[in-house]
């Protein structure tokens, strides 16, 4: 059967009657803000303007999350819907207007004295008391208006266009490449692709072409991340933090105590990862530690294959062995036409789920050709759904989760098929299936690891002034060293990873690597709980995804008895990957 999604619940078209008054509405509800934000010092009652001001924020984001949605899964579904791009920019360009109005609002929330009282003694108001108090802490760090103005301006000639820049050289970057007698150029996406390619040959000659073909590149990008880190280095120094990780673990509302506790876990843990990386060396024929090119090297291929008719069932069937609620999620999604799925000209590629909080539903994109990977994806795409399905009922504002939580229904539910296939499956298939797992966790473990140990040398040694190319080259292969160690071949790493990641080049997304760390072991974590517990963990933990978007990443884990600062839990969550 063919599987594609019906975007009628949210709007019939560009030209749809509820769209356009919908967007007549976002555009009077900016005006009216900016008049009242305007004479927000004249008002009386602060008690009364913050209850405004939350009573704004969530049906603000409610219409824009609509609106924008609707544009951005017509774009994911045709990237040449014309309609759909200029609609997007339109809804874009009218949100930037509320930056400023924004930013007064936060500095003036951060400015009373009296707000624990102010939420104590308005029941509507104490459901916001986190909410209200993070804004409060983040406008320690806020600048005055007209710095944070300026700063805003500048970025759009800073570091982004420095982005823009990164963005355009590598995007551009072609490659000879020769495959199967045939020479041709090849985008730098599809030259690392073949990284699993099932030929060993293709593997290493993909590998050496990539890194011979940054030297066209490395100095205008070497450049740009130096003028971005240089710019992050600064800005959080103007703010008061204590260093752009500092900002960082602000941002994503982490303790540092969470995350040394995590990290000593994985430093624990990095010996059963090298071991394993010896051990695929062997079987692929080397003699000594795994060159960087076989990482993702396959060691057999499964040969089932799934119709969406046998993934809809088996899915289905098995979320039921966790609970009916979430079996009923998944068949809903099938039925009324929640999922896009198979591959086709102009669809964006790889797999996404989109939350729809006005309508409690949600948009799952695959690219479904049958493999056993595209089984798994699905069940991670509907465990995202699920996350959203528990906080249907929650405001809008309830709804914005820390980002390390991000992955942990999607990752839990991922669990949930792996085992379930695991079941059944012949040896050669568990292989496939146990080696995708630990491949995808050494990535988000022990590489992560390495990208973190590299930013953070990155910015100590940034702040003495600019890197060459060659130094970037050196603090990453240290940092290859010091994660993967006599796990991989230190003859035959990769120089260039600062060359190939897009998150080193924005300013906004910093330390951009161990919320996948933290995303993976906390779901993985949670399931040993569920395995422990059995049916009695299921009411912990819907609640505890309803729970994601009222606290921070140690309340919100408490609440379900976990402490995330505590080394035993991130332990435990290890344990289930050395058993695989």
Same mark, same amino acid.
């Given at each position: 059967?063919?599987?594609?999604?019906?975007?009628?619940?949210?709007?019939?078209?560009?030209?749809?009657?509820?769209?356009?008054?919908?967007?007549?509405?976002?555009?009077?509800?900016?005006?009216?803000?900016?008049?009242?934000?305007?004479?927000?010092?004249?008002?009386?009652?602060?008690?009364?303007?913050?209850?405004?001001?939350?009573?704004?924020?969530?049906?603000?984001?409610?219409?824009?999350? %609509?609106? +924008?949605?609707? $544009? =951005? #899964?017509?774009?994911?579904?045709?990237?040449? *819907?014309?309609? !759909?791009?200029?609609?997007?920019?339109?809804?874009?360009?009218?949100?930037?207007?509320?930056?400023?109005?924004?930013?007064?609002?936060?500095?003036?929330?951060?400015?009373?004295?009296?707000?624990?009282?102010?939420?104590?003694?308005?029941?509507?108001?104490?459901?916001?008391?986190?909410?209200?108090?993070?804004?409060?802490?983040?406008?320690?760090?806020?600048?005055?208006?007209?710095?944070?103005?300026?700063?805003?301006?500048?970025?759009t000639t800073g570091s982004s266009a420095w982005g823009k820049l990164f963005e355009l050289?590598?995007?551009?970057?072609?490659?000879?490449?020769?495959?199967?007698?045939?020479?041709?150029?090849?985008?730098?996406?599809?030259?690392?692709?073949?990284?699993?390619?099932?030929?060993?040959?293709?593997? %290493?000659? +993909?590998?050496? $072409? =990539? #890194?011979?073909?940054?030297?066209?590149?490395? *100095?205008?990008? !070497?450049?740009?991340?130096?003028?971005?880190?240089?710019?992050?280095?600064?800005?959080?120094?103007?703010?008061?933090?204590?260093?752009?990780?500092?900002?960082?673990?602000?941002?994503?509302?982490?303790?540092?105590?969470?995350?040394?506790?995590?990290?000593?876990?994985?430093?624990?843990?990095?010996?059963?990862?090298?071991?394993?990386?010896?051990?695929?060396?062997?079987?692929?024929?080397?003699?000594?530690?795994?060159?960087?090119?076989?990482?993702?090297?396959?060691?057999?291929?499964?040969?089932?294959?799934?119709?969406?008719?046998?993934?809809?069932?088996?899915?289905?069937?098995?979320?039921?062995?966790?609970?009916?609620?979430?079996?009923?999620?998944?068949?809903?999604?099938?039925?009324?036409?929640?999922?896009?799925?198979?591959?086709?000209?102009?669809?964006?590629?790889?797999?996404?789920?989109?939350?729809?909080?006005?309508?409690?539903?949600?948009?799952?994109?695959?690219?479904?050709?049958?493999?056993?990977?595209?089984?798994?994806?699905?069940?991670?795409?509907?465990?995202?759904?699920?996350?959203?399905?528990?906080?249907?009922?929650?405001?809008?504002?309830?709804?914005?989760?820390?980002?390390?939580?991000?992955?942990?229904?999607?990752?839990?539910?991922?669990?949930?098929?792996?085992?379930?296939?695991?079941?059944?499956?012949?040896?050669?298939?568990?292989?496939?299936?146990?080696?995708?797992?630990?491949?995808?966790?050494?990535?988000?473990?022990?590489?992560?690891?390495?990208?973190?140990?590299?930013?953070?040398?990155?910015?100590?040694?940034?702040?003495?002034?600019?890197?060459?190319?060659?130094?970037?080259?050196?603090?990453?292969?240290?940092?290859?060293?010091?994660?993967?160690?006599?796990?991989?071949?230190?003859?035959?790493?990769?120089?260039?990873?600062?060359?190939?990641?897009?998150?080193?080049?924005?300013?906004?997304?910093?330390?951009?690597?161990?919320?996948?760390?933290?995303?993976?072991?906390?779901?993985?974590?949670?399931?040993?709980?569920?395995?422990?517990?059995?049916?009695?963990?299921?009411?912990?933990?819907?609640?505890?995804?309803?729970?994601?978007?009222?606290?921070?990443?140690?309340?919100?884990?408490?609440?379900?008895?976990?402490?995330?600062?505590?080394?035993?839990?991130?332990?435990?969550?290890?344990?289930?990957?050395?058993?695989?």
């Open positions: 059967m063919k599987m594609q999604w019906n975007l009628d619940t949210i709007y019939k078209g560009f030209d749809d009657n509820r769209y356009k008054n919908d967007v007549n509405e976002l555009k009077k509800m900016i005006e009216d803000y900016q008049v009242w934000v305007d004479g927000l010092d004249a008002n009386s009652s602060a008690r009364e303007q913050v209850v405004h001001y939350v009573n704004f924020t969530n049906k603000l984001h409610s219409l824009a999350e %609509k609106l +924008a949605v609707y $544009a =951005e #899964l017509r774009l994911a579904a045709n990237s040449s *819907d014309e309609e !759909a791009l200029k609609n997007y920019e339109l809804i874009q360009n009218e949100l930037i207007n509320l930056a400023s109005p924004e930013s007064i609002v936060r500095k003036w929330i951060g400015a009373l004295n009296n707000l624990d009282e102010i939420t104590e003694n308005e029941p509507l108001l104490l459901a916001y008391k986190d909410f209200l108090q993070k804004i409060k802490g983040q406008t320690a760090y806020l600048l005055s208006e007209a710095e944070e103005s300026l700063l805003s301006l500048m970025k050289l590598s995007s551009k970057l072609l490659i000879a490449f020769e495959k199967n007698g045939k020479k041709e150029n090849q985008p730098l996406s599809v030259i690392r692709g073949m990284a699993q390619d099932a030929d060993p040959k293709i593997r %290493k000659d +993909a590998y050496e $072409a =990539e #890194l011979a073909a940054y030297s066209q590149i490395e *100095d205008s990008i !070497a450049a740009a991340l130096n003028a971005i880190k240089g710019e992050v280095i600064q800005t959080a120094k103007r703010r008061g933090y204590q260093s752009p990780l500092d900002m960082t673990l602000h941002q994503t509302r982490m303790k540092a105590q969470t995350l040394d506790a995590m990290w000593q876990a994985i430093n624990e843990s990095l010996p059963d990862f090298r071991r394993y990386l010896k051990h695929k060396s062997a079987l692929l024929g080397h003699d000594g530690p795994l060159p960087f090119y076989d990482l993702f090297a396959p060691i057999s291929a499964s040969k089932t294959s799934y119709t969406l008719d046998d993934a809809q069932h088996f899915i289905v069937t098995n979320f039921k062995q966790f609970s009916q609620e979430l079996a009923d999620l998944a068949q809903m999604a099938f039925e009324k036409g929640w999922i896009d799925a198979e591959p086709r000209q102009g669809k964006v590629g790889g797999a996404f789920c989109a939350g729809i909080h006005s309508i409690g539903e949600s948009r799952i994109l695959t690219n479904f050709t049958g493999k056993l990977g595209d089984l798994i994806t699905l069940g991670h795409e509907l465990g995202h759904a699920f996350h959203g399905w528990c906080l249907r009922e929650e405001s809008p504002i309830h709804t914005e989760y820390p980002m390390p939580l991000a992955e942990t229904a999607s990752i839990f539910c991922e669990t949930i098929i792996a085992k379930a296939v695991m079941k059944n499956a012949d040896k050669e298939e568990q292989v496939t299936i146990l080696e995708n797992s630990i491949t995808d966790a050494t990535q988000s473990i022990v590489d992560i690891y390495s990208r973190f140990l590299f930013e953070t040398t990155l910015f100590e040694k940034r702040k003495e002034g600019s890197l060459s190319s060659k130094r970037l080259q050196e603090l990453m292969l240290d940092a290859q060293i010091k994660a993967y160690g006599d796990g991989l071949d230190s003859k035959s790493l990769h120089p260039y990873m600062w060359a190939c990641k897009p998150h080193y080049y924005s300013a906004d997304l910093n330390f951009y690597n161990f919320p996948y760390a933290f995303g993976l072991l906390f779901a993985l974590g949670l399931y040993a709980i569920y395995q422990k517990k059995g049916t009695d963990f299921v009411e912990d933990y819907t609640k505890l995804l309803r729970f994601t978007g009222k606290g921070d990443i140690e309340t919100v884990a408490l609440s379900a008895g976990i402490d995330v600062t505590k080394i035993d839990f991130w332990r435990n969550s290890l344990k289930t990957v050395k058993e695989n």
